[in-house]
């Protein structure tokens, strides 16, 4: 039997550079968003509202540490962010829902929550739709990304 004109070709498993992972995974999903018709991500630092839509009753453990991180609680602060957590229950005293609160419930109606909401503080302009991170560095990530 003749002996193969090239070696067998080995290829090293990949090295993956998990720290960047969630940064190109978070840049991959802006850029689909971008395509299907969400509004463009500013590339320019600015105040978010972000908001916290869950039901207060079947919150995990991993979220209620996500939601109480002092990590997360130091950037909205010094990014002056505004945050805000609602169950989409809730109401005032009156009765009525929370002031503002209707247009997000309108928009999560059939989705599963937890979900995150990122608003441009100055425009009013919805940057940011989805499932709440399910960790602490992919929501600051998030954070960066879109707020700056």
Request: net charge negative; proline share 11%; with cysteine.
């Amino acid at each position: 039997m003749p002996e193969p004109f090239l070696p067998e070709l080995r290829i090293p498993p990949p090295q993956i550079n998990w720290a960047n992972l969630s940064k190109w995974l978070l840049a991959i999903i802006a850029l689909i968003k971008q395509l299907i018709g969400y509004v463009p991500v500013p590339p320019v630092a600015r105040s978010l509202w972000v908001l916290v839509l869950r039901e207060t009753r079947e919150i995990t453990a991993t979220e209620a540490e996500l939601l109480a991180s002092p990590r997360i609680e130091d950037k909205l602060e010094r990014r002056a962010h505004r945050w805000r957590c609602c169950d989409p229950d809730g109401v005032d005293a009156k009765g009525n829902t929370p002031a503002g609160i209707q247009p997000y419930l309108d928009l999560a109606q059939g989705k599963p929550l937890p979900m995150l909401f990122l608003v441009a503080a100055d425009t009013g302009d919805l940057l940011y739709a989805d499932a709440l991170p399910h960790d602490e560095q992919t929501f600051l990530d998030l954070l960066n990304l879109i707020g700056g």
